[in-house]
């Protein structure tokens, strides 16, 4: 089942299947096509793992639902830290000159905050949520336990929303109410 043809039988036969699964789970087309893509290409580089031709489509349903978490967790952790970082890593020269120092004010603030938080969620939030590592590469790159860094990393998430709240001029107790009238 490892042919490189087999891969396109799969996606001709699934591909819809796929894409409705992600659709349903992410609610934005954009987002689906993404997932799908995704997908696909994980089961390309995993094929050989599928022994039973028989369970394709649960196997490629199973890659997807892993693909599409993963993808909307990416995506929260981007809306967390303003667009700044990808702005400024696109930033053209037209921009205008106004643009340009708000952009670099905004980032200074961010890494202001990333300086506030202690060094190990510091490295969790650059490798997961700026250079977009996996949990097992990001594990072995701190030698921790994938679990350490699943823990630490929504730990670390939590203190970032707290200091950029402060840093907006919001005071520390009023975000743990918000975080505690939501659950």
Not at 56 to 77: E, G, Q
Not at 119 to 129: F, N, Q
Request: charged share 30%; net charge positive.
């Amino acid at each position: 089942m490892s042919s490189e043809l087999d891969i396109e039988k799969l996606y001709v036969q699934y591909h819809r299947d796929i894409y409705q699964f992600a659709l349903y789970f992410s609610s934005n087309k954009q987002d689906a096509e993404d997932i799908t893509q995704e997908t696909f290409i994980k089961a390309m580089k995993n094929i050989h793992s599928l022994n039973d031709a028989s369970r394709a489509k649960y196997w490629l349903l199973s890659i997807t639902k892993y693909t599409a978490i993963d993808h909307l967790r990416k995506k929260k952790l981007r809306s967390l830290l303003p667009n700044v970082i990808e702005k400024i890593s696109r930033q053209e020269n037209n921009d205008s000159l106004d643009d340009g120092l708000l952009l670099k004010e905004k980032w200074e603030e961010i890494q202001m905050v990333l300086l506030k938080i202690k060094p190990h969620y510091r490295s969790l939030l650059i490798l997961r949520g700026i250079q977009e590592l996996t949990i097992k590469e990001t594990a072995d790159v701190l030698g921790c336990t994938e679990l350490k860094v699943r823990v630490d990393f929504h730990r670390a998430v939590k203190v970032l929303k707290k200091e950029l709240h402060i840093l907006e001029g919001g005071s520390p107790n009023e975000q743990e109410r918000k975080s505690i009238s939501r659950s």
